[in-house]
């Protein structure tokens, strides 16, 4: 995380209420918030902010926020932040070509509050995972040999 005492996430949307709504509901669980309702102060905020998460809704007035979250990734330690989806879209192929970029969360919007807080959290959590998986000695998880454990007669 940021070093800092509270995480710090930084929330697109064009949608003011759905924006103001996000930053009420993180600010009480004490997150340190930034939001942005454009590209611009979306990326401003990403160079002067070290951040551990952005959420970012998937479409941003006729501009892609796929596309945002791969030009804030080419920002000097930004590379690796997590990223949650949202979008009022019903649609399943939406998701689907979310993932395919990058594992992140996606939620739909009007969110549920508790739900918003629980993939805030896991989203938190991913890259200490990771690392701590990276920083250990790893336990192989290759396919058993199913032979050596099988009664000799289910054996070819």
């Given at each position: 995380m940021s070093g800092l005492a509270n995480p710090v996430i930084l929330v697109?949307?064009?949608n003011p209420?759905?924006?103001?709504?996000?930053?009420?509901?993180?600010?009480?669980?004490?997150y340190s918030c930034f939001g942005a309702t454009d590209a611009n102060t979306a990326t401003l905020q990403a160079q002067q902010n070290e951040l551990d998460l952005i959420i970012c809704d998937h479409q941003l007035n006729g501009e892609s926020g796929t596309e945002l979250i791969d030009s804030l990734r080419n920002i000097p330690h930004r590379q690796d932040v997590p990223v949650m989806f949202t979008s009022s879209t019903q649609l399943p192929d939406v998701i689907s070509r979310r993932y395919q970029n990058s594992p992140s969360f996606f939620l739909r919007k009007p969110y549920?509050?508790?739900?918003l807080i629980e993939l805030v959290?896991?989203?938190?959590?991913?890259?200490?995972?990771?690392?701590s998986h990276i920083?250990?000695?790893?336990i192989s998880f290759g396919a058993?040999?199913?032979?050596?454990?099988m009664p000799s007669a289910y054996q070819s």
């Open positions: 697109i949307d064009t209420q759905f924006l103001a709504a996000a930053l009420t509901i993180l600010g009480q669980r004490n549920d509050p508790v739900l959290e896991k989203s938190l959590w991913m890259p200490h995972l990771v690392k920083h250990r000695p790893h058993p040999n199913l032979n050596s454990t």
